[in-house]
């Protein structure tokens, strides 16, 4: 018997890349819902800079995309799922230019690409330095609107999942009201969670609710522990720790330490493009050396108008503090980036919990392994969310009217009560920024046993004190934020524990190196003696 409640075919948590993309080809054949916890133009797909990979050029092939992308990954990715990535990628950029989105040229039949860290040659295309917010534009603008609601500034709090099927989620509003959602499919695009550290270019929103959510209700969850640091974020006092893209080094920018010494050709045969996260280790071990809060990024070999062109964005940033990346050295540093793990999907975007999908940076495809490979990420999006909405169109088409007998329980279930009263806003950002801080200090670019384990107990400690102040009651936004925080960074450590091998992102001075770590170490040692 169906319920006299209102339901959507599709409800779509997130309104980034991966949730436009499938509300674009869904929205076609059914009614959509979107639940977004901002506007629906904020996400991280916003802030990328770089550009999206693809196989576009006479130069370039799909065997090479492919092994760029499972050396980034080192070892650990999925080789179908990469296959799938690189191969379907031409026709998802086709998509995109259908839809708008207006890559730079070199000529009108000829797309720019630049080249990014761990590519073998120049395959990433892009818009300027806004390449994510002309994609996210050009996604919302192409989904068809009479069929789509929007519900903005609503943060989804749990899954309403039973018996292994999810019918829908539940969320709060401004006002604190509970709300409850229902749907024949989920679509899980709630992005990442760079608020876990003390050093993010990931904005405010990103605080790992859909990780939580999805692993309370039992989804199986997969390669938590590999978190990618961005080698080069902006690092001056005063400034927010605002993103310098990697395609600044694509286009011959050079890593410097505070004394002015190139040193990446010292680590790696690729230099300033060798893969992030050996970057990121690089920069560090030379900060440790010289105690200096942060190396240099030199473009000025390319000249100011070059510059004021190709890095718009930037330029008119990094102006804001008193420099012009054309002219002046800019003060870089590593920070939290990228979740290169998440909720288990298979390749069609489907969760272990029926009727759930995900995509983006909350899913877990198998493509990144333990290292994301630059520009892949607004590659991802779109690729498995499109096959994500087909599998999802295919499914609501085919279900069965029992189907609704499910979501009668939650009609008669009443909702939970939240304490808007409490904590006070003070201790949650005092607890918060400890949270980010030990997260930083533990669990971050280099760990060790020790270091995971100090930093667990201080988690730990942190949530106690949360408890007693009744944050686990409250309905506040900031405080069910830092509760996923909170439940997100012990995951993370857990399974930062239990990988005793050190591949891509994950380095455990304490755990034995992986064969591309032997490598790190014999390239390092052979490029000092030359």
């Known amino acids: 018997m169906k319920p006299s409640v209102p339901i959507a075919d599709v409800l779509i948590v997130g309104s980034g890349a991966a949730g436009l993309m499938f509300a674009a080809h869904i929205s076609k054949y059914h009614q959509v819902h979107v639940i977004t916890k901002d506007t629906a133009t904020e996400s991280n797909t916003r802030y990328a800079q770089g550009g999206i990979a693809a196989v576009l050029s006479i130069d370039d092939s799909y065997a090479k995309h492919i092994d760029d992308t499972l050396r980034a990954g080192d070892g650990l990715s999925d080789p179908e799922a990469v296959n799938i990535l690189v191969k379907e990628a031409p026709a998802r950029i086709f998509d995109l230019m259908c839809m708008g989105v207006d890559f730079d040229r070199l000529t009108d039949n000829a797309l720019q690409f630049t080249r990014e860290g761990g590519h073998s040659g120049r395959r990433v295309i892009h818009v300027g330095d806004m ?31 039973r018996d292994n099927i999810c019918y829908g989620v539940e969320s709060l509003d401004k006002s604190g ?6 749907a024949k499919s989920v679509f899980l695009a709630t992005g990442g969670a760079g608020q876990m550290f003390a050093k993010t270019t990931n904005p405010e929103i990103a605080t790992g609710d859909g990780f939580v959510m999805a692993a309370e209700s039992g989804a199986d969850m997969m390669h938590l522990e590999f978190i990618q640091f961005h080698p080069t974020a902006l690092a001056m006092e005063g400034a927010p720790c605002f993103l310098i893209s990697e395609a600044t080094r694509g286009e011959g920018g050079l890593l410097l330490t505070i004394d002015l010494h190139r040193f990446m050709h010292e680590y790696h045969a690729m230099a300033e493009l060798a893969p992030r996260d050996i970057v990121s280790r690089a920069i560090v071990a030379e900060m440790e050396k010289t105690s200096a809060p942060h190396v240099f990024l030199d473009l000025t070999g390319q000249g100011r108008e070059y510059v004021e ?38 390749i069609d975007g489907r969760t272990s919990i029926q009727g759930l999908y995900a995509g983006g940076e909350v899913a877990c495809t198998g493509v990144h392994g333990a290292n994301r490979l630059a520009s892949n990420s607004l590659l991802e999006s779109v690729v498995f969310a499109y096959r994500a909405a087909v599998n999802a169109d295919r499914r609501i088409r085919y279900l069965p009217e029992s189907w609704y007998d499910g979501i009668n329980p939650f009609i008669d279930e009443a909702p939970p009560e939240w304490n808007s009263g409490s904590p006070e806003d003070g201790l949650i950002a005092d607890l918060t920024n400890r949270l980010q801080v030990t997260n930083w200090k533990h669990c971050g670019i280099i ?67 992986s064969q591309s770590e032997r490598d790190f170490k014999n390239d390092r040692e052979d490029n000092r003696g030359t």
């Open 131 to 161: 390449t994510g917010q002309a994609i996210e534009s050009a996604l919302w603008n192409s989904v068809i609107k009479e069929n789509i609601c929007v519900s903005d500034h609503r943060m989804v709090t749990r899954l309403l999942v």
């Open 309 to 346: 062109k190709r890095f718009p964005t930037i330029t008119q940033t990094v102006m804001q503090y008193g420099l012009h990346p054309g002219e002046n050295r800019l003060p870089v540093a590593p920070a939290a980036h990228y979740m290169c793990g998440g909720v288990k999907t298979d």
């Open 447 to 513: 760990r060790s046993d020790r270091g995971l384990q100090q930093g667990l107990n201080e988690i730990e400690r942190i949530e106690g004190e949360f408890r007693t102040a009744g944050g686990h009651r409250s309905g506040k936004g900031k405080a069910l934020a830092l509760a996923n925080l909170i439940k997100l960074s012990k995951r993370v450590y857990e399974s930062a524990a239990g990988r005793r091998i050190n591949a891509g992102a994950h380095y455990n001075v304490n755990c034995a190196n």
């Open 177 to 182: 009201k509970v709300c409850r959602s229902y």
